[in-house]
């Protein structure tokens, strides 16, 4: 079975490295600095499971290089959604699966509405892990495990999850077939909108935010909002999931940031419009109120559109 990990970051490089590491064929598309040195040095994955190395070769930015894919691993920034699922045509079939496992609830229907062929499942990717440096990824925690499964569920679609559940198994990644995957999408969304927001806004841990009562109240309340709309739309959440969302927490390592808090940090373009912007539009539609979620994104949406202002600013020869 042929990958294609398409946004070779945190999570798509790490996830692709275990599947090489299985055995499998595995193409990486990359850009910039990021990919010169994958050409030149090859992946390097510093885990808490130890170093792993994919060697030079199967990493590119045209997809016209790769071929016809399986499994398209789909990881890039959810702002990038729309121009990237444009350029999948070359490595798709008709019985490719694209499994998105990006930040948000709506990029699985943007794909499978801009995709010629092929069929796109949800998933969710439950890890810590970053670019530390061109061609070198740092995973520092989490379970290290995928979710995924058909948006409308099939016997075709059954059998190719079960196809997919078992290399990633021999791979050694902790992998699931979720029953309800719009449900699995809507709880992770609940915790990073809130999660990513506060700390990107306050630039505080999570530790840091948790030992403050006003702020611990402020994270609750913006949990709160997101499952209220969950709710407000029917999504089948069980009675209680906030209360777990909450323990939980309390066991993350206190040094913990978001992917958010470090694309601010770092000058880049931020996923608000994906995580606290579509909050608010989803509870614009469903009748919920999300005043924290406005403040978040009042308070990150221009930082995001500078970025990304300069962003095409240093594109230009």
Not at 90 to 101: E, H, K, N
Request: hydrophobic share 40%.
């Amino acid at each position: 079975m042929k990958f294609v990990v398409v946004g070779s970051g945190g999570v798509g490089g790490f996830f692709g490295a275990k599947i090489v590491a299985g055995g499998h064929d595995v193409w990486f598309v990359a850009r910039g600095k990021h990919l010169a040195a994958m050409r030149t040095s090859g992946l390097h994955v510093h885990s808490t499971e130890g170093i792993m190395v994919v060697p030079p070769g199967k990493m590119t930015d045209r997809f016209a290089d790769i071929g016809a894919a399986d499994v398209i691993l789909f990881c890039v920034k959810s702002y990038d959604t729309e121009s990237t699922a444009q350029q999948l045509a070359p490595i798709l079939t008709r019985d490719s699966i694209v499994i998105s496992l990006q930040n948000g609830i709506t990029n699985e229907e943007n794909i499978q509405s801009i995709i010629p062929s092929g069929t796109v499942f949800g998933g969710v990717a439950y890890i810590y892990s970053t670019i530390t440096a061109p061609g070198v990824i740092t995973e520092t925690g989490g379970p290290k495990k995928i979710v995924f499964g058909p948006m409308t569920s099939s016997p075709a679609s059954s059998v190719r999850s079960s196809q997919i559940l078992e290399v990633m198994e021999s791979a050694g990644i902790k992998a699931e077939v979720a029953g309800d995957i719009t449900a699995a999408l809507w709880k992770k969304f609940i915790f990073i909108a809130a999660v990513a927001g506060l700390t990107s806004m306050t630039r505080l841990t999570l530790g840091e935010i948790l030992a403050v009562n006003e702020t611990r109240t402020l994270l609750t309340e913006a949990l709160k909002e997101v499952d209220a709309v969950a709710r407000a739309m029917n999504v089948n959440i069980e009675p209680g999931h906030l209360d777990t969302v909450l323990e939980t927490l309390t066991k993350f390592n206190n040094n913990t940031r978001s992917s958010l808090y470090y694309d601010l940090a770092n000058g880049k373009p931020m996923e608000i419009e994906a995580l606290s912007g579509t909050v608010i539009r989803y509870g614009e539609r469903s009748g919920v109120a999300t005043p924290i979620h406005r403040t978040i994104y009042a308070a990150l949406l221009p930082y995001h559109r500078k970025h990304s202002q300069q962003l095409l600013i240093d594109k230009k020869p």
